[in-house]
């Protein structure tokens, strides 16, 4: 116990270790604890599993089961321990309600997107303005990030108020927990970033956070095989697979400043977890900033009375697809271009209505491998419909090193490939 008491007092805390089956000494310790001002109190408890039930105390095996047949005389041994059960608590005072009120409703931007249509910037910079705008106006937005911030741009909050930054440093699952306990109880609007591919350390507390209904917001940039010569290691390439299992979780995969600007504004005031995906590589505006954006409602960029194929994209590879688009228009074939916006709730009305205008055909392109993303989700929006087929580019096998345009072209996600999936697709 010693070792431990040791561990936390290196890290600032007055530690205490208590015997934990001790309520005298537990009381004690609790006194201590109110007395000390100047830094958090840590108690750690000595306790042995099944303490006082005979033929059981601190024994193998009995962990989790009921006691069986050796209920009656487990009971009436602790019982004749007690020496004096006629003693009730006389006044347990309340708990005391000094914490001021807030609100953390009607969260918005302080100012609209304010940008040029064709002009590019990476949607992780967009995140970082939008950020600084919500907390502008609310005193309640706060931001932590696990030593990334001048990546994932969180470092924009610092700009408005640098004590509502917490810097986790790298260590991703604290980052998750701390999160979680500064949106307890409505306290405080939470946005937790860093690198999506390094979420994946934290799922526990994100899974274990939906179970007690947390209202976490988390950012995750730096995904797919775009961001290049980093390597496979920093690619996320299975986050949209890794939110989409949460129950109740919201996931935005913003395609443009303007759209992102508007999923952080929209994540601050959703209940329940909330991930935005983020990109490195710069891509081009392609909304108004008086582009008004919804949850669960898909965006359709791209649209004519005589598309062949659908193709639902987002991030970088909207930005492929839009290209592929200008390249089959010119060869007479037309596409109908979806912008998703939330990958859960997937606009799934909206994906059916838009397969059925061109011939039940579907092509989906995502930088994330095929399991649990874009095109998983797509598969079920039309699982019960008749005539439809849905054909899947994503990255297929582990990546590697290199220009992120080369890494396009080579994991079959690039304008090309899209090109040539809709001349094989439209042939079926």
Not at 89 to 107: E, K, L, R, Y
Not at 194 to 218: E, K, P
Not at 383 to 395: D, T
């Amino acid at each position: 116990m010693e070792t431990y008491k040791k561990r936390l007092e290196s890290f600032g805390f007055h530690a205490i270790v208590v015997d934990g089956h001790d309520i005298l000494e537990l009381c004690k310790a609790f006194d201590e604890a109110e007395s000390v001002l100047d830094k958090p109190t840590c108690l750690i408890a000595k306790t042995f599993k099944g303490k006082y039930f005979p033929d059981i105390e601190n024994l193998m095996n009995w962990h989790g089961k009921a006691l069986g047949d050796k209920t009656a005389s487990v009971v009436e041994h602790v019982e004749a321990l007690m020496k004096n059960p006629a003693v009730k608590p006389s006044f347990i005072a309340p708990p005391t309600m000094d914490a001021p009120d807030v609100n953390i409703s009607g969260v918005a931007l302080s100012d609209p997107p304010a940008y040029k249509l064709g002009d590019k910037l990476a949607t992780r910079q967009a995140y970082g303005t939008a950020l600084a705008k919500i907390a502008k106006n609310n005193p309640n937005v706060v931001a932590l990030d696990g030593d990334m911030k001048n990546s994932t741009f969180s470092q924009e909050i610092l700009k408005v108020d640098k004590n509502r930054y917490i810097e986790c440093f790298i260590c991703e699952q604290n980052m998750l927990g701390v999160g979680i306990g500064v949106a307890c109880r409505d306290r405080s609007v939470a946005f937790a970033s860093t690198f999506a591919a390094f979420l994946t350390r934290g799922f526990d507390n994100l899974r274990m956070g939906v179970i007690s209904q947390t209202n976490l917001n988390v950012v995750g940039s730096h995904c797919g095989v775009s961001i290049g010569e980093d390597g496979p290691s920093q690619m996320a390439l299975e986050d949209i697979a890794m939110f989409r299992s949460l129950p109740g979780c919201t996931v935005f995969y913003p395609s443009d400043a303007v759209s992102t600007e508007r999923a952080t504004e929209l994540a601050a005031n959703t209940r329940g977890i909330c991930f935005i995906r983020v990109s490195r590589p710069a891509t081009p505006v392609i909304y108004s900033n008086q582009e008004q954006f919804t949850i669960g409602k898909a965006k359709i960029v791209r649209k004519s009375d005589s598309d062949q194929v659908l193709v639902v994209a987002a991030g970088i590879t909207l930005a492929e697809t839009m290209k592929a688009a200008d390249i089959l228009a010119a060869k007479g074939i037309n596409i109908r271009v979806m912008d998703p916006f939330t990958i859960k709730p997937l606009d799934i009305t909206a994906v059916q209505d838009n397969a059925a205008a061109c011939g039940g055909r579907i092509i989906t392109v995502e930088d994330h491998y095929p399991e649990g993303g874009i095109g998983d989700a797509v598969l079920d929006a039309v699982s019960s419909n008749r005539n439809m087929i849905v054909r899947k580019l994503a990255v297929n096998a582990v990546p590697r090193s290199g220009p992120p345009a080369e890494l396009l072209e080579m994991f079959g996600i690039s304008a090309n490939n899209i090109v040539k999936a809709v001349n094989d697709v439209i042939k079926l």
